[in-house]
């Protein structure tokens, strides 16, 4: 009797089984792990979902299925299913999922990294590029860069002289702080009211993007999750900080009788309507959602950037040894440092596009949203699923990139891969209709930091510290920045 009762049970669970997967297969969707009720995979990812969906993908394959709660997503990890994603139906993949916190911040999607693929994503984006994301406006922000800078070297010789540790993460988000609030804002802050606010503003909204919200993965309960953990109050909060912060330099720049050539600048003319949105009525929160991409996008990942570049020297003192060997051969006793030196400056670039390959900034891209029916790697991602691109898998694949792990600038010297793309191995600013179209003004900030950095200071660990020491953990949220910010000792030396 129980042996029948034992049947019984075993041929009810797997018929359930055979039929979930016949389904799956009919349907031709990727493969995945299995899920559990109501969560599904949510409880694969982990606290760094870059790393734990890479290894899904040398489990399932290059187009992994995972159901995230309610959501129903895919994850591409290689060259070729990132280039169908990015590519071939980039138009039918490049829509924003809807997340609850980005869109309450961003003035309800008014912004261009968060909004969906639409009439006026098109027209905002259009009109970004033409008229600020251009390099000629790059070069007309460049005496600013260049004082912030001098600046900022100045800083670094006085700790040098009094041989002091410098915390590399923070001076450095600071310097592209200061950069992007006078390009974009008009705003000095050093020393201003808006130096400590800007600080709270930028973080909080770093932390609430980053985190978890229950509520894109679960409908109502997911609201009443939020509310519990305190996300969504803290979201309010940040929401405020960051209105009032906007409020304040808008002010600032129409008291300064509204002289300044910055961002603020031409999005009241775009307000005022001297330059045209199409069929689109350009309010305050339009002008507000597109500064926010500006503040969000253009601080952290300059700053960390160059933070990454530095932690790769310290670990690796023969490239190091080179890059400093390569800057002061090329500079000489030039009396000023600009960014067009780079143009000379071969092996730093590689150095740079290494650290694009291992740590970029953003290892994940924001999850996209099929908006038809379409088929990627030979099987059907029904409508609405979710995409993530997953960077950091193609940046580590032992198929695509030798010894993965090592950081070695010398692979880019047999080999025309850039990182602008259109080489679907390193996608470090994404590619297609959404590549992020600061890349200009973010590596000239890098270039022009990196070779006074090199080029003027030798560096050394603190007291007691050796290389292996310096670890290489990154820390996950809307950007991954170095975890255990890295300390430094500059060095005064006879070209500082
Ligand atoms: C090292 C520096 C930077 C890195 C690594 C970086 C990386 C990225 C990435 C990966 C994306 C998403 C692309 C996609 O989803 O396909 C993006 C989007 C974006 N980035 Fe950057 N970025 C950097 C600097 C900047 C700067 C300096 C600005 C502006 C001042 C900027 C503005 C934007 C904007 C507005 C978007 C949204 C584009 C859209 O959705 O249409 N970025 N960036």
């Known amino acids: 009797m129980s042996l029948w009762y034992i049947i019984v049970v075993f041929v009810f669970f797997a018929s359930i089984f055979i039929a979930k997967n016949t389904r799956k297969t009919k349907k031709n969707l990727p493969p995945g792990p299995p899920r559990l009720p109501i969560i599904g995979n949510l409880h694969q ?63 309800n999607l008014k912004d261009l990294a968060f909004a969906p693929y639409s009439k006026y994503w098109k027209a905002v984006r259009k009109m970004t590029v033409v008229e600020l994301y251009t390099a000629k406006r790059v070069k007309s922000f460049r005496n600013i860069r260049e004082e912030e800078v001098a600046s900022f070297v100045e800083f670094i010789k006085h700790s040098a002289s009094l041989e002091e540790i410098v915390n590399l993460n ?82 600032h720049h129409l008291e ?36 926010l991409d500006i ?58 596009k290494e650290t694009l390959r291992i740590n970029p900034l953003v290892p994940l891209l924001t999850p996209r949203e099929a908006s038809k029916d379409v088929k990627i790697g030979g099987y059907n991602i029904p409508k609405k699923t979710w995409i993530h691109v997953n960077i950091w898998a193609i940046h580590r694949n032992p198929n695509v990139w030798k010894d993965p792990e090592a950081f070695i600038p010398e692979r880019f010297m047999d080999n025309q891969i850039d990182y602008k793309g259109l080489n679907f191995e390193l996608l470090p600013f994404g590619s297609g209709r959404r590549i992020c179209p600061g890349i200009g003004m973010g590596m000239a900030l890098i270039h022009l930091t990196l070779i006074n950095l090199l080029y003027r200071f030798d560096w050394k660990l603190p007291e007691g510290m050796e290389v292996e020491d310096v670890d290489l953990e990154e820390s996950y949220g809307l950007v991954c920045p170095k975890k255990v910010p890295l300390e430094l000792i500059p060095v005064l030396t006879q070209w500082t």
């Not at 050539?261 to 002008?287: A, P, W």
Request: charged content about 25%; overall charge neutral; aromatic content about 8%.
């Open 170 to 251: 923070q001076t450095l988000v600071k310097l592209s702080g200061s950069v992007i609030c006078r390009v974009g804002f008009g705003i000095n802050l050093e020393g201003s009211k808006l130096e400590n606010t800007y600080e709270e503003v930028i973080h909080g909204t770093m932390e609430v993007l980053g985190s978890f919200a229950a509520s894109d993965y679960f409908p109502v309960i997911g609201g009443i999750i939020d509310r519990i953990t305190g996300l969504h109050n803290k979201c309010e909060k940040v929401f405020k900080g960051t209105d009032s912060f906007f409020d304040h330099c808008i002010k």
């Open 256 to 291: 300064d009788g509204g002289s300044k050539d910055d961002i603020v600048d031409l999005l009241l003319k775009v307000e005022r309507g001297e330059i045209g949105l199409g069929e689109f009525q350009f309010t305050r929160n339009h002008t507000k959602g597109i500064l």
């Open 295 to 352: 503040l969000l996008a253009g601080v952290d990942t300059s700053g960390h950037t160059i933070t990454w570049v530095m932690t790769h020297l310290i670990k690796n003192p023969r490239v190091m040894k080179k890059a400093q060997a390569e800057v002061r051969e090329v500079i000489k006793n030039k009396d000023n440092i600009t960014e067009e030196d780079i143009e000379g400056l071969e092996y730093l670039k590689m150095v740079v």
């Open 45 to 107: 990812l982990g606290s760094k979902p870059h790393r734990s969906m890479f290894k899904l993908s040398e489990k399932y394959g290059p187009l992994v299925y995972l159901k995230l709660g309610k959501v129903p997503s895919v994850v591409a990890s290689t060259p070729e299913t990132v280039k169908d994603v990015l590519k071939t139906f980039d138009k039918d993949c490049c829509s924003r999922a809807f997340l609850t916190y980005p869109a309450r911040i961003s003035y």
